[in-house]
């Protein structure tokens, strides 16, 4: 596989362990500032992960693997320490419900403390796992980058939504690690972002990510989208997802669904691009995933700025589920699924859940 992202893709400081404990950019505010927050204990991390500090799926299960690093450290001592240690992760699993990479991760930590009796050994052999999801994310990532390349040709403009880069990873990214690639490969000719109401990732930290690497970018309103593929302006949509089931329907930011019903109406390709512990095969169709509700203030207020009357309720779901039919294929570390369904994603995901 022809691949220059191996070298030359630097991953984004997302988050980095410390000595005993996690610092993470803090991405409620990018693009103005580049600050850290430090999570020593349980309470911190669970606050940042729900407050959207950290997201995006990948880098969500990663963090709380970490988490089970702080839960094992700040866990109280003496005999009811395992309940201590498992409450925590129990907080962190209520943090948020859609992206299954969390579950998935603090279920691998859970299985090492477990194996792994005495504080001073679950706090080692924990670390250790983390990192190693860590590193499988950033491989994972360059995997994916270079099998979707290899579905562009040269000039390719790419419309992307949300965030599923760096920032939504360990640093790489999973449909920005195809967009970094292809513009190693010199297939790019630009991207499109859209904004993505109303936590605006796209406008925040894709056009964030894509200008820091160099890589022209737009931003338009989400409601332009359908307009920009009807004008022939888009060859190919590239998005993320945060949890993928046996059928092939993929969750992913509120949005997306719509997207892919206006690629498949302009015959543009619709591509998810997704590790495989985002795969959720105990969940057989799209339906039975949980989708997030989120709180009234993320669409009454903007900057401080009251934006509805006080009589408007509001529904807020942080994300929608594409169904398998509109996905021309699934892209992931082992390769390129096209017609994605339980059939092929069994076959992919062999051993691995
Ligand atoms: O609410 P967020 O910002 O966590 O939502 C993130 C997304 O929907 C991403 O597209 C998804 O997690 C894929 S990230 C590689």
């Not at 860590?134 to 994916?144: G, K």
């Not at 089931?245 to 669904?257: L, S």
């Amino acid at each position: 596989m022809f691949c220059l992202a191996e070298t030359e893709m630097v991953p984004l400081p997302t988050m980095q362990w410390m000595d005993g404990f996690l610092r993470l950019l803090d991405q409620r505010q990018l693009p103005s500032e580049e600050t850290y927050i430090d999570c020593r204990d349980i309470d911190s991390l669970a606050e940042a992960i729900r407050t959207l500090a950290v997201r995006g799926a990948p880098a969500i299960g990663i963090a709380a693997a970490f988490g089970a690093v702080i839960a094992a450290l700040t866990a109280d001592p003496g005999k009811e320490y395992d309940d201590a240690f498992y409450s925590k992760i129990e907080m962190l699993e209520r943090t948020r419900p859609t992206a299954v990479n969390l579950f998935h991760c603090l279920e691998i930590q859970r299985d090492v403390f477990r194996r792994n009796p005495g504080r001073e050994n679950a706090v080692r052999m924990l670390l250790e796992s983390a990192r190693n999801m860590m590193q499988s994310d950033l491989d994972a990532s360059r995997r994916m980058g270079c099998f979707g390349a290899d579905l562009l040709d040269k000039g390719s403009v790419i419309l992307t939504h949300c965030n599923a880069g760096g920032l939504a990873t360990a640093g790489l990214g999973t449909a920005l690690a195809v967009i970094y690639e292809a513009w190693d490969r010199n297939l790019l000719s630009k991207v499109y972002a859209d904004e993505t109401r109303p936590l605006l990732q796209g406008a925040r930290l894709t056009a964030w990510e894509l200008s820091r690497a160099g890589i022209p970018v737009d931003v338009l309103p989400d409601s332009a989208a359908a307009s920009l593929l009807r004008n022939g302006e888009v060859d190919a949509v590239i998005v993320g997802s945060d949890r993928i089931a046996a059928n092939g329907d993929a969750a992913n930011k509120i949005g997306t669904y719509q997207l892919a019903l206006a690629a498949k109406a302009h015959a543009v390709p619709f591509y998810i691009v997704a590790p495989l512990s985002t795969f959720d095969i105990s969940t057989s169709l799209g339906s039975e995933i949980e989708i997030e509700q989120r709180g009234r203030d993320e669409l009454a207020c903007l900057g401080g700025r009251k934006l509805l009357p006080e009589a408007a309720g509001v529904w807020n779901p942080a994300f929608d589920v594409t169904p398998a039919s509109l996905i021309t294929a699934i892209i992931c570390e082992e390769g390129v699924l096209f017609s994605p369904d339980t059939e092929s994603i069994k076959s992919v995901l062999g051993g691995v859940h």
